[in-house]
Structure formats: C-alpha cells, structure tokens
C-alpha cells in the first residue's frame, strides 16, 4: 500500500509562510493523483489543493487559492504544499492524500476519492 508522512507544520504569525512536504512510498508518485486537506477542531475534514498525474494540473479550494501553492517532485517522491499570507483560520491538522484513480469532475476536492492518508501535521497561525 502507499504510505505517504508529512513533515512537520509549526506555528507562525499570521502574514507568515510555511511549506509543508509529503513523501510518498510504496507506489510511484508518477501514477498518483495527490491531495491535501485540512481539519480544524470540530470542523470537518476540508479540500485545500491537489495536483494529477495525468495533466500535471492544480486544483485549489476557495479559501486558499491566490495564497497557497501544490507542486509535486516526483524525483523526490514529494508533493508540497506552500502556503503564503496565512491566515488565523488556516489553523488545522493538514494531510496528504492520494489515489491511484482516474478522478472524475467534481470528485477532486472529495475525501472519499482518496484511499491513502498521511498521518496529519499541525500548523497553527497566531494572530
């Protein structure tokens, strides 16, 4: 199966900046589509971005487009997640996650399309 970590968030001031990384094993990254979501207490689980294999295209949520950034290096077996002008309520536990499947329209920001999950890093935004 795939096995995806991500590295370790932190805690930043709002305005700030961090990158967060997932490296990917068990399965090429070449044939993965790869996701980020995030999930603040008592909230649910939230799409942020993603990035195909096929079209090597981004996706982003709303809430994040214009300020963070997916890009995947599949030499490194890496997706990151740059984040930009955050936010106090960018506050979250963030995951990567990936599928091997075809994603349809509209499925891309779904957390039932994807089948591995990372573990989850804390990133906190002070303001």
């Known amino acids: 199966q795939v096995q995806l970590v991500e590295s370790e968030g932190g805690l930043v001031q709002a305005g700030g900046s961090l990158e967060l990384s997932c490296v990917v094993s068990?399965?090429?990254?070449?044939?993965?589509?790869l996701a980020w979501f995030r999930q603040a207490p008592g909230r649910e689980r939230e799409f942020v971005a993603a990035i195909t294999w096929s079209a090597n295209s981004a996706y982003y949520s709303d809430s994040v487009r214009g300020r963070f950034t997916i890009s995947r290096d599949n030499s490194k077996s890496t997706t990151y997640l740059r984040m930009t002008a955050l936010k106090p309520e960018d506050t979250a536990v963030y995951y990567c996650?990936?599928?091997?499947?075809?994603?349809?329209?509209?499925?891309?920001?779904?957390?039932?399309?994807?089948?591995?999950w990372g573990q989850g890093t804390q990133v906190t935004v002070s303001s």
């Open positions: 996650a990936a599928t091997g499947d075809v994603i349809l329209g509209g499925r891309m920001s779904s957390v039932r399309t994807y089948d591995s």
């Open positions: 068990g399965r090429t990254i070449r044939t993965l589509n």
